[in-house]
């Protein structure tokens, strides 16, 4: 499967996930929105360590190659990351509504003045 | 057309699909379970890249942890689509545009780029993605990273319980 099909799926859910982030208003959508994005890139991440992998297996096919591998392990961490933003994050949403009872993100302007 | 593909493109539509209706669906517990369609295809892919042991956690810690999680504090706040805000239609369709006009920069990038033409990606072959050679990487060259998470998930612990305990 060329690389260039992965490249424009994950961009193409990348730029949904911005769309989201533009057009919605309740903070729960907005913060799926960006998981929407953490997981494209993810997919990205996988499928160019494949493509890597695929380059340097090229010419000796015998010879075990752990090559590309950590690409594997920065989705991991990227997961870890995510994971310990969702936590905090809806902790952060859960005391907006107790505080104004929305979670409409235009209730959170008052940095403005 | 091989079965591989055949499964990349029936995968690639439902993930584009369902992230669409994460947009549409004005219910925001129909966007979470929209969302957990996107996160099952994806994991699709990654099996299909045969990187199973990403494909297992992607499932357990988004499908399962994160948007239980998510639909939770959805049922906790009592949010349905009656009490949905609603941004105006001017603003909507400026977002709309804004978003095709990135999609349409990434793609002609793409299109453009002489470094990737003509590569494949090593779809079924290659051990990589299994947990063994994972796990030996993980536990020799990344273990310092790995320790720090450890400390960035008691700290999001601790930060979560401050945040959301009442004063």
Known sequence: MPI?????????????????????RNAIIVFMCI??????????????????????NAGNKNIPLNI??????????IMVVAAAEVSVGLAIIVMMYRNVHSTDVNFLNRLKN | MTATEILFWVLSALALFSALMVLISKNPVHSVLW?????????????LLNAQFLAIVNLIV???????LFLFVIMLMNLNSSTEPQKNS????????AGCLLLTVFVSAVRSADEIKNSQVAMSD??????ENLGKTLFTQYVVPFEISSILFLSAMVGAVVIGKKE
């Open chain 2, 90 to 97: 001017l603003i909507k369709l400026a977002g709309v545009v």
């Open chain 1, 68 to 77: 590309g591998g950590d690409a594997q392990l920065f989705v991991f961490f």
């Open chain 1, 4 to 24: 260039q099909y992965y490249i424009v799926l994950a961009v193409t859910l990348f730029c949904i996930g911005v769309v989201g982030v533009l057009i919605r």
């Open chain 1, 35 to 56: 998981e929407l994005m953490l997981n494209s890139v993810n997919l990205l991440l996988v499928a160019f360590s494949k493509m890597h992998y695929g380059l340097s």
């Open chain 2, 126 to 131: 290659g051990s990589i993605g299994l947990i």
């Open chain 2, 62 to 68: 988004y499908a399962g942890a994160i948007m239980v």
């Open chain 2, 35 to 47: 969302l957990i369609v996107v996160f099952f295809s994806i994991s699709g892919h990654y099996i």
